[in-house]
């Protein structure tokens, strides 16, 4: 079975500075989907980023970057300029490429930005 | 935008009760997921649906929650008796065909069993 490692409890920042949140997983897949989602204080959970495992090149949305290292099985979030909006849980998920749906989340980080 | 409504926001239950949690998924989302979040730590799937037929359910306690989707459109899951441990916030998400792992979740339901 698919294992997702959050080390990082709580994270802070200062407003306007970057991030990095880690996350590690363990698989023996090499075809899979790894996700950062968001989940702000008391709204829904919000997909941030995906990465397909087959592509060398680090997804980037906006703001938002991902480091994935395929051997070393780590898969972290940056987040650069934060803001305060930025505010949330970020869990970091595994999907499968075989089967059915399922996503595997980690434990989350609570990232606070700091004004 | 479209959104995953779940109801009621916040339930409040004595041990032994009966408790009913209500989500409608996305219009035309074929696949509808029950996710469980104790404080502190990430979802934990309970069920999962593909139109009306369960795919998933090997991490739902059978004894006690049960969880359909008769028309494969909105879906209810219950659990009776409640424990004191079904605490947790009880999150649905839905996803169309093909989506590889996108999930749209609602806002949740948030369980206390005093």
């Known amino acids: 079975a698919q294992t997702v490692t959050q080390s990082q409890p709580e994270m802070s920042v200062q407003e306007a500075e970057t991030v990095t949140l880690s996350c590690t997983y363990d698989?023996?897949?090499?075809?899979?989907?790894l996700f950062w989602y968001k989940q702000p204080p008391s709204r829904q959970m919000i997909l941030v980023i995906r990465?397909?495992?087959?592509?060398?090149q680090n997804a980037t949305e906006n703001r938002f970057s991902v480091n994935f290292q395929k051997a070393a099985k780590s898969f972290s979030l940056k987040i650069s300029d934060s803001q305060l909006g930025d505010a949330a849980m970020y869990f970091c998920?595994?999907?499968?490429?075989?089967?059915?749906?399922?996503?595997?989340f980690g434990t989350g980080t609570r990232l606070t930005i700091i004004p | 935008e479209a959104e995953v409504a779940q109801s009621p926001r916040y339930k409040i239950t004595e041990k032994s009760q009966a408790v009913a949690f209500w989500c409608d998924p996305i219009?035309?989302?074929?696949?509808l997921y029950w996710y469980r979040q104790i404080l502190g730590q990430g979802p934990e799937l309970l069920v999962q649906?593909?139109?009306?037929?369960?795919?998933?359910d090997s991490q739902l306690p059978k004894d006690r929650f049960s969880a359909e989707r008769l028309k494969g459109v909105d879906s209810t899951l219950k659990i009776q008796p409640a424990e004191l441990g079904d605490s947790a916030m009880y999150l649905c998400?839905?996803?169309?065909?093909?989506?590889?792992?996108?999930?749209?979740f609602g806002a949740g339901t948030r369980l206390s069993v005093l």
């Open positions: 998400a839905s996803s169309p065909r093909g989506a590889r792992g996108i999930q749209y």
């Open positions: 698989t023996s897949e090499s075809d899979y989907y």
């Open positions: 990465q397909e495992a087959y592509k060398q």
């Open positions: 998920a595994y999907r499968s490429e075989v089967g059915n749906e399922k996503l595997t």
């Open positions: 219009s035309g989302h074929a696949t």
């Open positions: 649906f593909q139109d009306e037929s369960v795919v998933d």
